[in-house]
């Protein structure tokens, strides 16, 4: 077996994880892999070659991820009263516990995509802005220059609602912009061009 830098390799047998294997080359045999010999060499006085399935779970950094709301989030903002946001940003993805990964997110497809991933994670960034906003009593005007803050602050709600569920890491998570709606723009601009 040839597992590559930045990869796990992970046996299943008959839907239960036999063994993981990290970068490397690894010989396999019956006797290097003692759960598979009790699980399908009873019957052939183990000797018996065994069927097994082999997934591939890359450990690299999944970098440049995107993630945004899709509908506008409720605040509570002090000068403006309750207005709507949306928000943008980027994250990176890494399969910390590649063995949680696959025997929570593959299941029975026996494929998981990055793209089904950051899905999942896109849905649950987006819920923990709104939750971060709606706890936050940061001015409309005073988010951008909270950006480094509320990053971080957003990355580790994150990471509570996946803690080990999943295997995930989320390295670094980024919010890019918020925006607010058309109206909130130009009332800004009126105050700005009458101060």
Not at 71 to 82: A, L, S, T, W
Request: aromatic share 8%; hydrophobic share 40%; net charge negative.
């Amino acid at each position: 077996l040839v597992v590559r830098p930045g990869q796990t390799a992970i046996f299943v047998r008959e839907g239960r994880v036999a063994d993981v294997f990290g970068p490397g080359h690894h010989r396999l045999e019956t006797r290097n892999l003692p759960i598979l010999s009790t699980l399908a060499g009873w019957k052939h006085g183990f000797d018996s070659p065994f069927l097994a399935e082999v997934y591939f779970v890359t450990t690299r950094l999944v970098t440049d991820l995107r993630w945004g709301t899709p509908n506008p989030v409720p605040m509570r903002d002090p000068d403006f009263g309750p207005i709507r946001v949306r928000a943008f940003g980027t994250y990176t993805l890494r399969a910390g516990d590649p063995r949680t990964l696959l025997e929570q997110m593959v299941g029975t497809d026996g494929v998981v995509e990055a793209e089904e991933v950051s899905e999942l994670l896109r849905s649950i960034i987006a819920s923990a802005f709104a939750d971060l906003m709606g706890k936050s009593e940061v001015a409309v005007l005073d988010l951008a220059s909270r950006y480094g803050e509320l990053s971080e602050d957003l990355r580790r709600m994150v990471l509570e609602r996946i803690d080990g569920e999943y295997g995930l890491e989320i390295p670094q998570l980024y919010i890019v912009n918020v925006s607010v709606p058309a109206e909130v723009e130009q009332a800004l601009d009126a105050r700005s061009s009458m101060n």
